[in-house]
């Protein structure tokens, strides 16, 4: 783990982490074909020496403020986090705008936040998993059909800052998973109810218990960024 700098006076952060020492090659045809030098660079060192006799504060990082337009794993990118010093909240741009160009951390003023878009449910793994555990014989394809549009009807009526966020694998920062909550679960039966028959209902409601936690009925919410 890292440590975020700031320097109180010039208002400049540094990112501080155990990778600012690594040594860069360069190719130079000053020497010998096949040579390579190595530039011993600690960016670190180069910090605290433009802001020599200045106060540093170490700041905070709020979790699970991180907020950007690509996928986390997308090298080259731009993205925001908060941080504050205990009396004050820093929003902090992180940058690079090449692959082998050193990340960036700058001070921004002005604020964002996240709202939400749309909110999905998973359709085709629904559909996949009915047709598997139904057959067809007792679930006819217009069943399927409008029990994807209740769900649906439902995940778009939930409050998704209410809803629990699922711990499933995170690819970007502007979707979330979250779980249905009682309230949606609790329509959602409603509704069944009088789709579905007797022992149909029967059914689907083991069916929507079965998979409220594996995955299946997980719902997608999609944000944008708002900056102020
Ligand atoms: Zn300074």
New binding site residues.
């Given amino acids: 783990m890292g440590k975020l700098l700031r320097?109180i006076?010039?208002d400049?952060v540094f990112f501080k982490t155990p990778f600012d020492r690594w040594p860069e090659y360069e190719n130079s045809s000053v020497f010998s074909s096949g040579t390579v030098r190595m530039i011993e660079r600690d960016d670190f060192q180069e910090f605290l020496a433009s802001?020599r006799g200045?106060r540093l504060e170490e700041l905070e990082v709020y979790e699970n403020s991180y907020v950007g337009e690509k996928p986390y794993i997308e090298p080259v990118k731009t993205s925001y986090f908060k941080a504050t010093n205990g009396k004050k909240e820093f929003v902090i741009k992180k940058f690079r705008e090449r692959i082998d160009e050193p990340l960036i951390y700058q001070i921004i003023h002005g604020n964002y936040s996240l709202h939400c878009v749309c909110i999905d449910i998973q359709s085709q793994q629904i559909k996949k998993q009915l047709e598997r555990e139904f057959k067809h014989s007792t679930i006819s394809d217009y069943e399927i059909e409008v029990f994807l549009k209740l769900c649906q009807g439902v995940a778009l009526s939930a409050d998704v800052e209410k809803l629990e966020t699922s711990p499933e694998e995170r690819e970007h920062p502007l979707t979330r998973f979250c779980k249905l909550d009682q309230i949606s679960l609790k329509h959602l039966l409603k509704k069944c109810h009088t789709l579905f028959g007797k022992q149909g209902y029967r059914e689907i409601d083991k069916f929507i218990y079965r998979h409220i936690d594996d995955g299946v009925l997980i719902l997608k919410a999609t944000f944008e960024i708002s900056f102020s």
């Fill in positions: 320097c006076k010039c400049k802001h200045h």
